[in-house]
């Protein structure tokens, strides 16, 4: 099994960054990619941003320029970049890790970004 642990949530102003971490461990080797979604109150789990074991990414169309993801093997953490931040980007982040097997889910880390 695959654990993740999220970092690097809070309250930034409009215009600001943040930066996420997603933190793996257990059958490490087992992950075929990662990524970032987000759920807003009211609002569906949506796809933010994913990385593929060989580095290739792609982005929700909302993010595209703003955020950046980004991996560490060495440390097996998955990096969320969040740069001008605006508060429709206001929701629970949760990382997730997808094996041939199975999909697992961080325990969601808070972005609130006021105007």
């Known amino acids: 099994q695959v654990q993740l642990v999220e970092s690097g949530g809070g309250l930034v102003q409009a215009g600001g960054s943040l930066r996420l971490s997603c933190a793996a461990s257990?059958?490490?080797?087992?992950?075929?990619?990662m990524g970032w979604y987000r759920q807003a109150p009211g609002n569906q789990r949506e796809l933010v941003a994913r990385?593929?074991?060989?580095?290739?990414?792609n982005y929700a169309d909302s993010v595209k320029g703003r955020f950046t993801i980004s991996r560490d093997n060495a440390k097996n953490t998955v990096y969320l970049q969040m740069n001008s931040l605006k508060p429709e980007d206001t929701a629970v982040y949760y990382c997730?890790?997808?094996?041939?097997?199975?999909?697992?889910w961080g325990q969601g880390t808070q972005v609130t970004v006021s105007s």
């Open positions: 997730n890790a997808v094996t041939s097997l199975y999909t697992a």
């Open positions: 257990g059958s490490i080797f087992s992950i075929n990619f």
């Open positions: 990385i593929t074991s060989g580095g290739a990414t």
